[in-house]
């Protein structure tokens, strides 16, 4: 019986097959892959030929997930799913999401001749949906998994006016059918997932690797903010209601209390109406995504931005409303799979691994409703994530494919 690749060998196929998957959804300087594109159906099509590769059987489920599975000591055991999603951000980099992906397959590729000796089937899944890019509704795939998908979904739609039901149609599903796409919690051991950290953390810790504690939950809202245009030149300060000068103070305020509160907000995107040059805006319309650590945390700062906004609004003559758009409760990874990622990180020589609690959402939050989960981070260059710099090194994936195969054998070693 052969044993596994070196590691460096299998670090290396991984980051050919992560720019693999960009070169199919290149755009001027980075990345673009959105849910239910033909990029997303070549972008699995890649994904289960790699899958095929490593001796698992594939499927793709009726929300555009695809599967592999590797089969146990003995046919139809549950199953330890190991996985991350193939959709991006606008102008992404190279590594969110999918770095988990092909790493999760590597370490398929490498257990596939021992197979026989875990006390459960071993799976690989590539969401579909986790950025929530194109309908601006994030965790579709994994939401779908865990049996929470929405039919109020069905009749969002892109910016073109294409609408979920009509883009799935059109890559193949069924929407009627999406409910099979839901997973038992009797047929999973539980969830572990690869990612790179999207912070600065580990780089500053000089560590290559690190466990997730808990994953922040996050809300979303738009937010508007409503005066009156009326002619830049002929209308006094007095009279003005000034709804991008109200927002800027919104803004600014987001930042100030994020940082008095130890949260995190972020306004994205802004936009002024009507737009003219010689106008006082009218109306602003903004994107507001607050997260804490703790959900009650996070509640409290939205809170507090709120009552900012109205009290601006108040002073200045305008209206100012905020209207969710995505909330997320925090997760807390589980105990014992969070001591196999520990023990697969000693396994690589940090015998102390840094334990980090994740700012950024992942599909470990929605899978949490039906099973056990647990996160890995590997570290990325100065944190950069969700643009075109995200950069990783070969040495840090090495350690990172050693130490996700090295929490398998732990789970399987604590279930025998």
Not at 81 to 98: C, F, I, N, Q, W
Not at 323 to 332: D, F, I, K, N, R
Not at 354 to 375: E, F, K, N, Q, Y
Request: one cysteine or more.
């Amino acid at each position: 019986m052969s044993g596994p690749a070196p590691a460096s060998a299998a670090a290396r196929r991984a980051l050919q097959r992560c720019a693999a998957l960009a070169a199919i959804s290149s755009m001027p300087g980075g990345v673009e892959r959105v849910h239910l594109s033909p990029e997303h159906a070549r972008a699995n099509a890649l994904a289960a030929g790699w899958m095929a590769q490593a001796g698992l059987a594939t499927w793709r489920d009726q929300a555009g997930n695809q599967w592999g599975r590797l089969e146990g000591r003995e046919p139809g055991l549950p199953a330890l799913v190991l996985g991350s999603h193939l959709d991006t951000v606008s102008d992404a980099g190279r590594y969110d999401g999918v770095l988990g992906v092909v790493s999760a397959i590597e370490v398929a590729h490498r257990l596939r001749e021992r197979a026989d000796e875990l006390p459960f089937a071993l799976e690989v899944v590539a969401f579909s949906d986790e950025e929530g890019t194109r309908f601006a509704t994030a965790l579709m795939g994994s939401k779908a998994v865990a049996g929470q998908w929405d039919q109020d979904w069905w009749e969002r739609a892109d910016a073109d006016g294409v609408t979920v039901r009509e883009a799935a149609l059109a890559f193949g599903l069924d929407p009627a059918r999406v409910g099979e796409a839901a997973r038992r919690p009797a047929d999973l051991v539980g969830y572990l997932e690869l990612h790179i950290e999207q912070g600065p953390q580990l780089e500053s810790a000089g560590r290559a690797l690190g466990v997730v504690t808990s994953i922040a939950g996050a809300r979303r809202f738009t937010g508007h903010v409503a005066g009156q245009a009326r002619h830049a030149g002929g209308t006094p300060y007095p009279r003005r209601r000034d709804a991008l000068v109200a927002a800027a103070d919104v803004v600014l305020a987001v930042e100030r209390l994020a940082v008095e509160l130890d949260g995190i907000a972020t306004v994205g995107r802004l936009q002024a109406f009507p737009g003219g040059v010689n106008v006082v805006p009218g109306l602003v319309e903004f994107s507001l995504d607050v997260r804490a650590e703790r959900d009650a945390d996070r509640d409290d700062l939205v809170e507090r931005i709120r009552a900012h906004g109205e009290a601006v609004s108040r002073a200045r003559g305008t209206t100012f409303e905020l209207v969710e758009t995505h909330s997320a409760p925090g997760v807390v990874c589980d105990g014992a799979l969070s001591a196999s990622i520990a023990e697969g990180i000693a396994a690589t020589g940090d015998a102390d691994p840094v334990r980090l609690w994740s700012r950024a959402g992942h599909d470990a939050m929605a899978v949490a409703a039906i099973t056990p989960v647990a996160m890995l981070f590997v570290r990325c260059e100065d944190g950069i994530s969700h643009a075109p710099g995200e950069n990783v090194t070969v040495e840090d994936v090495a350690h990172g494919i050693d130490a996700f195969e090295a929490a398998v054998h732990d789970v399987a070693r604590r279930r025998r």
